[in-house]
C-alpha cells in the first residue's frame, strides 16, 4: 500500500467526491418515486402483468375510484374481493384475485433499496457537511496537522504524522478520500445488485402467473369436455 506524506483532502472550493454521489442518488431516488404520490414508495406492491410499482394505499385509492361500487363506508380501506383498475404508468389492466389490492405481492426488494437508500443518503449529507469542515479538521495528537488518511487496521482517521512517528506507524493506511470513494461503490454496487435480483424475482413471478392462467384454463376446458 502507497503512502503520499504531502496527500491533500479536496479543497472546499474544488468539487469534492460528493458532486457525482449526489447525481447518483438523485437519479436513484427517481426510480423509487411513486407515480401517484410523488413520493419514495411506502408499501410498494407488484402490478401485473406490467410488474410496475405503486404504494399499497395508491393502489387501494385508485382501485376504489374506478371501482366505486366496492368502497366500504366504514374503513377508508380497500375491502373488494377481485375487481380490476388500470396501472397509472403503462394503462395496462390490472386485474385483482379474491383478495383484492391485498393479493397483489409486495415488493420487498424495493423496500429494501429504499433503506439502503435513506441510509446513503444520510451518509452522503453528513459527507457533505464533513467536507465543508473538513480544512478545520486537525489531529488530536498533531494539533497543526490535518486528518487527511485513514487507517485500515483500526479503521479510523488519522493524520500523516500519527503514521509515521505515532500510534499508527505500523499500520497500514490509505488516502481519506479514497476509502470514501471505495465505500460509496461497494453501496452503489449493492443497490445495483438488489435492482438486477428484483428484475429476475419479478419476472419468475410473471412466468409463475401465466404457467397458473395456462393450467387453469386447461382444467377449465377439460371440465367442460367431460361434462
Not at 407515480?35 to 387501494?60: D, G, I, T, W
Not at 493506511?173 to 435492482?195: C, F, N, R
Request: charged residues 20%; proline residues 5%.
Amino acid at each position: 500500500m502507497s503512502f503520499a506524506l504531502g496527500f491533500e483532502p479536496p479543497s472546499a472550493s474544488s468539487p469534492g467526491p460528493s458532486a457525482g454521489s449526489g447525481a447518483t442518488m438523485e437519479n436513484l431516488e427517481k426510480q423509487l418515486i411513486c407515480p401517484v404520490c410523488m413520493e419514495l414508495f411506502s408499501k410498494p406492491v407488484v402490478l401485473l402483468p406490467c410488474q410496475h410499482n405503486l404504494c399499497r394505499k395508491c393502489a387501494s385509492d385508485i382501485f376504489q375510484s374506478a371501482n366505486p361500487q366496492w368502497q366500504s363506508r366504514s374503513s377508508s380501506s380497500i375491502t373488494a374481493i377481485g375487481g380490476r383498475f388500470r396501472c397509472p404508468s403503462c394503462r395496462h389492466e390490472v386485474v385483482l384475485d379474491r383478495h383484492g389490492i391485498y393479493g397483489l405481492q409486495r415488493n420487498l426488494l424495493v423496500e429494501n433499496i429504499i433503506d439502503i437508500y435513506r441510509q446513503q443518503e444520510s451518509s452522503r449529507l453528513v459527507n457533505i457537511k464533513s467536507e465543508k469542515q473538513q480544512q478545520h479538521l486537525k489531529c488530536e495528537e498533531h494539533e497543526e496537522e490535518k486528518i487527511n488518511i485513514y487507517c485500515l487496521s483500526c479503521q479510523t482517521p488519522t493524520c500523516s504524522m500519527c503514521k509515521v512517528f505515532g500510534q499508527h506507524k505500523d499500520c497500514e493506511v490509505a488516502p481519506l478520500s479514497s476509502v470514501y470513494l471505495t465505500q460509496k461503490k461497494e453501496l452503489s454496487d449493492g443497490i445495483a445488485i438488489l435492482v438486477a435480483s428484483n428484475n429476475h424475482v419479478q419476472g419468475v413471478i410473471s412466468q409463475m402467473e401465466d404457467i397458473c392462467h395456462t393450467r387453469r384454463d386447461k382444467g377449465r376446458k377439460a371440465t367442460r369436455h367431460n361434462k
